[in-house]
T-cell receptor, first 115, second 112 residues
């Protein structure tokens, strides 16, 4: 494992289209997090999974957003009917459960531009 | 919402100088973490300090935590041009059982 992988790195889409992003966490990490980051701001929490269970969703996650982690491994984040305000960097992070290290390992992110 | 507020928002120093960034937060925490982000990239975990610790060191990094003031500072000594990045504090309220809440970050520029 070389870290958390996100695909694609960049996505340009027209307003109203659907987009899907993928995140492959470090294999032994059972917790997976999605964050959104806009220019000049810190990451804002969207949702997180423990194995395949989605444990928490932010109020930022409107009904146009859905996330899955079907087998407790990779995760997808889908945005339906994209809006210009969805333009941001979408970051995925993972960490192991338990132990004394609570630090997250982040992927390089998917930069979404809605035109 | 973002709990942490870093100060200053931007900092520019000469190579070799020390850089100090501060973070204030609002609610009680279990631990506080600092992350670094190079432009357009993901975040990298730097250091974690627990609520019962007051100071921690890692290489050129020194972190302090004052829970009575709900504040933390990150000191980078003998800065290098490669330290140029954004630095974020993140708070953990419940030992990893709730997601980290990040501040808005400090943009550090180290001039060679």
């Amino acid at each position: 494992d070389t870290g958390v992988s996100q695909d694609p790195r960049h996505k340009i889409t027209k307003r109203g289209q659907n987009v899907t992003f993928r995140c492959d966490p470090i294999s032994e990490h059972n917790r997976l997090y999605w964050y959104r980051q806009t220019l000049g701001q810190g990451p804002e929490f969207l949702t997180y999974f423990q194995n395949e269970a989605q444990l928490e969703k932010s109020r930022l996650l409107s009904d146009r957003f859905s996330a899955e982690r079907p087998k407790g491994s990779f995760s997808t984040l889908e945005i339906q009917r994209t809006e210009q305000g969805d333009s941001a960097m979408y970051l995925c992070a993972s960490r192991t459960d338990g132990g004394r290290s609570y630090g997250y390992t982040f992927g390089s992110g998917t930069r979404l531009t809605v035109v | 919402s973002q709990q942490g507020e870093e100060d200053p928002q931007a900092l520019s120093i000469q190579e070799g100088e020390n850089a100090t960034m501060n973070c204030s937060y609002k609610t009680s925490i279990n631990n506080l973490q600092w992350y670094r982000q190079n432009s357009g990239r993901g975040l990298v975990h730097l250091i974690l300090i627990r609520s019962n610790e007051r100071e921690k060191h890692s290489g050129r990094l020194r972190v302090t935590l004052d829970t009575s003031k709900k504040s933390s500072s990150l000191l980078i000594t003998a800065s290098r041009a490669a330290d140029t990045a954004s630095y974020f504090c993140a708070t953990d309220r419940n030992s990893g059982n709730t997601p980290l809440v990040f501040g808005k970050g400090t943009r550090l520029s180290v001039i060679a």
